[in-house]
């Protein structure tokens, strides 16, 4: 079955602290994957996403995720958080199939001072 | 630019009474997305426009949810009669499709309902 797993439900970093959010992914091909972020009131933003070639993808707001297929993780890194990043990021994975976004359940980061 | 526009942000409901959700989407955009998002959870694709075309609806379950893209530009969903189980954000998104199924989708602030 396509799914995407966000292992995750709640992490809290310190302002300034590096961050990881992990996303692992179910899919038969080489998926297109997105990370996106949701903050109180606000639409998805899209931060970054994969279709193919380099596996570090660059992003907007200092984000950065790494596709690795041996471990079929589309993980999420900032090497220092700040306060206005406090916010729930979604992983979600493009479907050929069902040509649809699957998203993940969701990663609720909180920000310590 | 403008955003997608959705309204209302929030609305709250007693049971089996009937409810709508408007939508515009950026100008120039041609496929357009309802999403179902319940707490804790990510989003859910309920229905997708390709200009006034639903061309996927096999999520939206039909016995009481309708939408509609009459000029192929905003959007409306409608939930009638509302159950409790259908509390939840209702999203929509928008996306210009050149062709390719993956595009890049914009989404609005999403209607809060709440069902008493």
């Known amino acids: 079955a396509q799914s995407v797993t966000q292992p995750d439900i709640h992490i809290t970093v310190s302002e300034g602290a590096s961050l990881e959010l992990r996303c692992n992914y179910s899919?038969?091909?080489?998926?297109?994957l997105f990370w996106y972020v949701q903050s109180p009131g606000q639409g998805l933003q899209l931060l970054l996403k994969?279709?193919?070639?380099?596996?570090l993808v660059q992003g907007i707001k200092g984000f950065e995720a790494e596709f690795k297929r041996s471990q079929s993780s589309f993980n999420l890194r900032k090497p220092s958080v700040h306060w206005s990043d406090a916010a729930e990021y979604f992983c979600?994975?493009?479907?050929?199939?069902?040509?649809?976004?699957?998203f993940g359940a969701g990663t609720r980061l909180a920000v310590h001072p | 630019e403008a955003g997608v526009v959705q309204s209302p942000r929030y609305k709250i409901i007693e049971k089996k009474q009937p409810v709508a959700f408007w939508c515009n989407p950026i100008?120039?955009?041609?496929?357009l997305y309802w999403y179902l998002q319940n707490l804790g959870q990510g989003p859910e694709l309920l229905i997708r426009?390709?200009?006034?075309?639903?061309?996927?609806d096999s999520q939206l379950p039909k016995d009481r949810f309708s939408a509609e893209r009459l000029k192929g530009v905003d959007s409306t969903l409608k939930i009638q009669p509302a159950e409790l189980g259908d509390s939840a954000v209702y999203l929509c998104?928008?996306?210009?499709?050149?062709?390719?199924?993956?595009?890049?989708?914009?989404f609005g602030p999403g209607t809060r309902l709440t069902v008493l």
């Open positions: 998104a928008s996306s210009f499709s050149g062709g390719r199924l993956v595009d890049e989708q914009f």
């Open positions: 899919y038969g091909a080489t998926p297109y």
């Open positions: 100008s120039g955009h041609n496929t």
């Open positions: 994969y279709f193919s070639g380099d596996t």
């Open positions: 979600a994975m493009f479907s050929g199939g069902y040509n649809k976004l699957i």
């Open positions: 426009y390709e200009n006034e075309e639903a061309v996927d």
